[in-house]
């Protein structure tokens, strides 16, 4: 299932697809930004709780594949 964080700018996929091509680039951090008014879920889509899990979902991601 692919998911999309949203930026003021773009929208920004977030699956497995988009961080083994991060991974081709030979990267050593990634900037995960975040919406204060999604985080605390005021005025924002995805929003609150649904947003912070989506976050941590992704960093979780992140961090399973650095470790292969």
């Known amino acids: 299932m692919r998911s999309w964080f949203h ?12 961080i083994d091509a991060m991974k081709t ?8 930004p975040l ?8 005025n924002g889509t995805p ?3 649904a947003y912070q899990q989506g976050i941590k979902d992704y960093v979780d991601l992140l961090v399973a594949t650095a470790s292969t």
């Open 7 to 18: 930026s003021e700018a773009r929208q920004q996929p977030v699956d497995q697809t988009s």
């Open 25 to 32: 680039w030979n990267i050593h951090a990634v900037r995960v």
């Open 35 to 42: 919406n204060e008014e999604c985080w605390l879920g005021v």
């Open 47 to 49: 929003s609150g709780p």
